[in-house]
């Protein structure tokens, strides 16, 4: 069964400039720096706080943080999770074909997960090389 993402959902715009900040390891004041002398820790703090951020502002930000604005706008935490929860289900699923001890199933199922993850930081590095390689070129 497939979900589709309902209109009614709202992408929390502050949550997703943390998130993508906390991935470049950058912090609050180092944000704020590049943001201007009108901006510090707290109010960067505030920003991510907010649910929708003013269109002028977010394209700042992206611009700051290197990314595309649409990134902070569209990013769904809860449809990712989604999309994870349904890969480790149709894992599971797999497995609970197999005949194995349940502690060996466990063990397959942890390292599958991890192999997951592995795989999705890897490719959220090379996404982050391909937007940089972008960024550079303008």
């Known amino acids: 069964m497939t979900h ?27 944000l704020a720096a590049d943001l201007g002398d009108d901006w510090n820790q707290q109010k960067i703090s505030l920003l991510e706080q907010k649910e929708t951020i003013d269109p002028t ?6 611009a700051a943080l290197k990314i595309p604005a649409e990134a902070i ?7 990712a999770v ?12 797999n497995y609970g074909t197999m005949h ?7 063990v397959q199922l942890h390292e599958e997960k991890i192999a997951l993850y592995e795989r999705m930081l890897k490719e959220k590095d090379e996404m982050m090389a ?3 390689g972008l960024i550079g070129k303008k």
């Open 4 to 30: 589709t993402s309902t209109p009614d959902r709202k992408v929390h715009q502050g949550r997703n400039v943390k998130r993508f900040r906390e991935m470049m390891g950058i912090k609050q004041d180092a």
């Open 57 to 62: 502002l977010l394209q700042q930000v992206s």
């Open 130 to 132: 391909r937007l940089e």
């Open 82 to 93: 989604n999309v994870i929860a349904n890969t480790f289900g149709d894992y599971a699923f």
């Open 100 to 106: 194995v001890h349940p502690i060996d199933k466990l």
């Open 73 to 79: 706008q569209n990013f769904d935490e809860e449809q």
